[in-house]
């Protein structure tokens, strides 16, 4: 029963390690974006 709680435990931090890393990348890849558009002039496609 132990090794099953640690097999879960390790799932959910790999989960969570993962989500928090996509997240970083959705955050450097909106503002890569962002000063693009800005650097452009492209007022538009600001949201």
Known sequence: MNTTKLTRE???????ASKET???????????????????GDLENLK
Not at 10 to 16: F, K, S
Not at 22 to 40: D, F, G, H, I, P
């Open 10 to 16: 390790e799932a959910l931090r790999r989960w969570n």
């Open 22 to 40: 996509k997240r970083k990348m959705v955050e450097k890849l909106e503002t890569l974006a962002r000063n693009s558009c800005l650097e452009r």
